[in-house]
């Protein structure tokens, strides 16, 4: 079994090689798209390959160890979570991150950095860190998402090898009446170019003296994920918007590619016909279905203003501008039919605290943003010298960056 499936995992992968070869030649449309859709159906074989030939592993090596282990978890004076995997079970590696022995010898290593055994092997250390539950993983995004996350929400998510380059964007080409004279000429694609991720590792800082407060392993994995979950979605959302590129995703206003500018004024920001002559009228029709993200206070000054002569509030009329005010769960709304973000002014700055050609607001194409994630959550835990005490820290590897960029336009200050 072993070996049928190393031979079809070679062979799915040098399928993956040529058809990358050949759209990399391809001048064709059709074909083109043909082996993009393969290449991914692919991908996702190699990966569930992997998966069997992982799980395989594991079944082999637990079938080989003794079986005189007990079946029990226990703990062993706070040093050491050990336990034993039902040898029955050929549970598959997810399975087994989310049994109930894991879970509480996992809150032991991060209570104690006791080491992490499995059938008497010790699996994780302080050194190389501890896989977080997979139920405590699956909570991570949920527990929160509701009142965090908006713009990470939004975005696209892939699952990709980092280091390839992946062709991205819509390709195009020319249409041509052909008469009894003339013939349609072969055309060229115009791909709008490849992205590639990188191996990013971010870290989220959990004080020791926090965990060790919490008793009961219920408490303990809500409480983690939600601090994680917290953490992580902030960042997130703060990254798509201002990441630098170096060591950290690439936010939309470092990216060089984007060079649709608008700029408004005070005035113009307060009056729904300058919103439609001067912004609305330089969107190409395919990319009006994006949405919008401006800081909170600049909408309440100037969106929320907009008034007629007679000072008679006009905003929701003209401009369909619904703003879910003191809504926890659904602080945002819409402007002009489209979804409007709201953020804090350390990731758009207010219009009145801007200078001038700061980007006061984004009108975006979420679809078009993607967030590489790739292994997961990992804790670590070590002693920090200088506060003299323990610290846990989340590990976990992505990247984000634009996959077309065409479709962004930076709004400024005038």
């Keep these: 079994m072993e070996k049928f499936l190393k031979d079809l995992l070679q062979k799915r992968q040098a399928r993956l090689a040529e058809i990358r070869s050949l759209i990399e030649a391809s001048t064709d449309v059709n074909e083109v798209r043909s082996l993009t859709a393969e290449a991914e159906g692919i991908n996702a074989e190699i990966r569930e390959t992997q998966a069997q030939l992982d799980a395989l592993h594991a079944a082999e090596q637990r079938a080989a160890e003794s079986r005189e282990v007990p079946q029990t978890a226990e703990l062993h004076n706070n040093v050491r979570a050990s336990f034993q995997a039902p040898e029955a079970d050929a549970r598959s590696e997810e399975d087994y991150f989310a049994s109930m022995e894991y879970r509480n010898a996992f809150r032991q290593f991060a209570l104690t ?33 509701k009142r965090y996350g908006n713009l990470y929400s939004k975005v696209r998510k892939l699952s990709v090898p980092g280091g390839i380059e ?32 990188k191996y990013n590792v971010a870290e989220i800082r959990i004080a020791q003296t926090f965990l060790s407060s919490l008793l009961t392993l219920s408490s303990f994995e809500t409480r983690l994920a939600e601090i994680i979950a917290i953490a992580y979605l902030e960042a997130m959302d703060k990254g798509i918007v201002l990441g630098s590129g170096d060591g950290q995703m690439l936010g939309i206003l470092n990216d060089a590619r984007v060079t649709h500018n608008v700029t408004m004024t005070a005035a113009k920001m307060s009056n729904w016909t300058e919103w439609r002559k001067t912004f609305f009228a330089a969107l190409p029709l395919g990319y009006r279905g994006g949405e919008f993200i401006f800081a909170s206070s600049t909408v309440d000054s100037y969106l929320e ?30 402007f002009f039919g489209r979804d409007l973000f709201l953020v804090e002014p350390d990731v758009l700055p207010d219009f009145d605290t801007a200078s001038a050609n700061d980007v006061i607001g984004i009108y975006w194409q979420p679809d078009q943003y993607a967030i590489n994630e790739n292994f997961g959550f990992t804790m670590r835990r070590y002693y920090d010298e200088e506060t003299n005490e323990w610290v846990d820290k989340a590990l976990v590897v992505c990247d984000g960056k634009i996959l077309n960029p065409e479709g962004f336009y930076l709004i400024k200050k005038g």
């Design 166 to 197: 992946w062709p991205v964007g819509a390709l195009r080409a020319t249409f041509k009446w052909v008469t009894e004279a003339t013939v349609s000429p072969r055309q060229k694609t115009d791909a709008l170019g490849k992205v590639s991720f």
């Design 113 to 145: 950095g006791a080491p992490i055994t499995r059938n008497g092997e010790v699996i994780s250390t302080q050194e190389s860190g501890a896989a977080i539950p997979v139920t405590v993983m699956n909570d991570v995004i949920n527990t929160v998402k």
């Design 305 to 334: 203003t907009m008034a007629d002569s007679n000072n008679n509030p006009i905003f929701r009329q003209s401009s369909g501008l619904e703003v879910g005010d003191g809504d926890d769960r659904f602080p945002n709304g819409r």
